[in-house]
């Protein structure tokens, strides 16, 4: 991995929303003005092209009413969230998702982090890179699965 890059983008954030799915670029896109200042866009270049990227968040961030009251529970315990995490699909199966998570704790120098997902796949990824699955959550038509790094029940 000695021609990856990891670091904050601070400035041309489209080209991070063009790299993600439709439908997530729609929960995220058109909020980024309102959470910007309470997240942190990470990403991994390579030959100066984003290939893998993720949010980490000091608050809320939007379409999440179903689950605030627990994210708020977890940010007032120092849990910082992370969301929006992608790796380019020509890209995958290269551990990228565990060297944006390792380079990430790095940069924050922070340990606590959670997550939600609802890919019951990933359970072997966030288990190998340190997270604990708490719990399945209701959202709407779906159920998702909390993650906790760094957990102590």
Not at 18 to 29: R, T
Not at 50 to 78: H, L, R, V
Not at 123 to 140: A, C, D, Q, W
């Amino acid at each position: 991995m000695e021609s990856l890059t990891f670091r904050q983008l601070t400035t041309e954030v489209q080209q991070f929303f063009d790299m993600l799915p439709s439908e997530w670029q729609k929960e995220i896109a058109p909020f980024w003005k309102d959470y910007e200042s309470v997240a942190k866009i990470y990403v991994i270049e390579e030959d100066n092209v984003i290939i893998g990227s993720g949010i980490m968040f000091s608050a809320c961030p939007p379409n999440f009413t179903y689950f605030e009251d627990e994210a708020n529970y977890w940010f007032s315990k120092g849990y910082l969230y992370l969301g929006f995490i992608w790796i380019a699909k020509h890209k995958r199966s290269n551990n990228l998702g565990s060297y944006w998570l390792t380079e990430l704790k790095k940069a924050e120098n922070h340990d606590k982090y959670f997550l939600l997902t609802e890919e019951n796949r990933l359970h072997k990824f966030y288990v190998k890179n340190g997270f604990t699955r708490i719990k399945s959550l209701k959202n709407e038509d779906h159920f998702e699965w909390l993650y906790l790094s760094d957990y102590e029940s």
